[in-house]
C-alpha cells in the first residue's frame, strides 16, 4: 500500500494542466505587452486583435525616445541608481538589525522589536504628506534623496531577516566565533550573513520590485525633468490621446531589469523560498 505522505507527493495529469495552465495564464500579459509594443498603432485596433510579434518595434521605441516630455533614458537611469541603493542597503541592514533582535541580548529588545512591527500596520499613503514637507525642508524636492534616503531601512526588511536568522543560525556558531575572539562585527559579516543569504535574495528581489514600480511617491517629489522609470511612463499617456504601441514598448525595455535581476538570482531566491517554507 502506498503510505499518505507518499500520495500527497505524487502529481497527477490534472496537476501538470494547472500548473500549465497557471504558467501561460503569468506569462501571456507579457506576452502581449510585446505584441502591441512591436505593432503600428493601427493594426493595433485590428478585429481579430494580433496575438503574433510585429516588427515595428524600432520606430516604436524611437518615437520614445524622442518624445521630450517623457525623458526615458533619465527615468531609466534614476530607476537604476534608487532600486539598486535601497535593494543593498535594505538587505545589509535588515540582515544586521535582524541578526541583533534573533541572537543579542539587550535591554529593550522585545520594545524596539515590538516598535517596528507596530510601523508596518500604518498606511504609506498617510506619511506621504508630512514626508513631502520634510524634503522640502532639507532642500530634496526634486533630487534623488528624496525617494532613496525614506527607504533605505524598511520594518518588513527586519522582520523578515529576524524570523530567519532567529532558526539558520545556531547559537553555538555564534559562541565558537566569540571564542576565536571574534568582534560582533566580524561575526555577522563571516558567519551570519552567508547564512542568512537566501532570505537575503528574496528580501533584494521583493525590496528591488517593490522600489523599481514605485509611483506615488516619485511622482510627489521629482519634476518631469528628473523622474523615474514610472512616472517617464505616465508622461506618454495624454487625456485624449494615448498611441499605446509607444507606451508598450517603453514597457516592455522597463520591464527588462527585473527579467535580468530574475535571471540572475532566480535559483538562489527560488531556493531561499524553499528553504525557508521547510524550516517553517
Do not use: C, H
Request: glycine share 8%; proline share 5%.
Amino acid at each position: 500500500m502506498i503510505s499518505a505522505s507518499k500520495r500527497l507527493w505524487r502529481t497527477s495529469p490534472l496537476t501538470y494542466l494547472a500548473l500549465v495552465l497557471a504558467t501561460l495564464l503569468s506569462i501571456y500579459p507579457f506576452y502581449y505587452m510585446v505584441v502591441i509594443g512591436t505593432r503600428t498603432l493601427d493594426s493595433i485596433n485590428d478585429v481579430p486583435p494580433p496575438v503574433t510579434p510585429g516588427g515595428a518595434f524600432t520606430d516604436n521605441f524611437g518615437r520614445v525616445l524622442d518624445n521630450e516630455a517623457a525623458n526615458f533614458l533619465t527615468g531609466m537611469m534614476n530607476s537604476i541608481i534608487v532600486a539598486s541603493v535601497v535593494t543593498v542597503s535594505v538587505v545589509l541592514t535588515g540582515s544586521l538589525a535582524g541578526f541583533a533582535f534573533a541572537k543579542l541580548r539587550f535591554r529593550g529588545r522585545n520594545v524596539l522589536l515590538l516598535s517596528i512591527i507596530v510601523t508596518m500596520m500604518i498606511p504609506t499613503q498617510l506619511g506621504i504628506l508630512p514626508l513631502w514637507g520634510m524634503m522640502q525642508t532639507l532642500g530634496w524636492y526634486d533630487t534623488l534623496y528624496a525617494v532613496t534616503v525614506p527607504f533605505l531601512v524598511t520594518a518588513f526588511g527586519v522582520f523578515m531577516m529576524r524570523q530567519y536568522a532567529s532558526q539558520a543560525v545556531s547559537d553555538e556558531l555564534i559562541e565558537a566565533g566569540r571564542i576565536d575572539g571574534a568582534s560582533t562585527l566580524r561575526i555577522y559579516w563571516n558567519i551570519v550573513l552567508p547564512a542568512l543569504r537566501p532570505a537575503a535574495g528574496v528580501l533584494g528581489l521583493l525590496t528591488f520590485m517593490e522600489t523599481w514600480n514605485s509611483f506615488l511617491w516619485p511622482y510627489a517629489v521629482l519634476t518631469p525633468e528628473n523622474p523615474t522609470l514610472q512616472v517617464s511612463l505616465s508622461f506618454l499617456s495624454y487625456a485624449y490621446y494615448t498611441d499605446y504601441s509607444q507606451v508598450f514598448a517603453a514597457t516592455a525595455v522597463g520591464t527588462l531589469p527585473l527579467v535580468i535581476v530574475f535571471l540572475l538570482f532566480g535559483r538562489q531566491i527560488i531556493g531561499g523560498i524553499m528553504e525557508g517554507a521547510v524550516k517553517s
